[in-house]
């Protein structure tokens, strides 16, 4: 089974920075895609940042130029966040598209979430 633990959360002033990591385990055999989602209190979850196999990272309008999304080669992630902005406040969640040993076919597997709270 494929685990993912969201760290690196917290409280923030406008302007301050935060790095997020997402621990991978499991035994995943191959990743699709990579990726950081927000929700935000009342809104749908949304896309942040997202990394595919054809090796190009994709991010959200309202992140460019702050969010940078990187990764290791242990299949952790990270979400590097800049200039952060009230809005920015929501729950962040990883998620990675893995094929497994056990289940040989792409998965979307989720963490269970950080808090990022940006005061003004």
């Known amino acids: 089974q494929v685990q993912l633990v969201e760290s690196g959360g917290g409280l923030v002033q406008a302007g301050g920075s935060l790095r997020l990591s997402c621990a991978a385990s499991?035994?995943?055999?191959?990743?699709?895609?990579m990726g950081w989602y927000r929700q935000a209190p009342g809104k749908q979850r949304e896309l942040v940042a997202a990394?595919?196999?054809?090796?190009?990272t994709n991010y959200a309008d309202s992140v460019k130029g702050r969010f940078t999304f990187s990764r290791d080669k242990d299949k952790n992630t990270y979400l590097h966040m800049n200039s952060l902005k009230p809005e920015d406040t929501a729950v962040y969640y990883c998620?990675?598209?893995?094929?497994?040993?056990?289940?040989?076919?792409?998965?979307?597997?989720w963490g269970k979430g950080t808090l990022v709270t940006v005061s003004s």
């Open positions: 998620s990675i598209s893995a094929m497994t040993q056990a289940i040989p076919t792409y998965i979307d597997y």
């Open positions: 499991g035994s995943i055999f191959s990743i699709n895609a």
């Open positions: 990394f595919t196999s054809g090796g190009s």
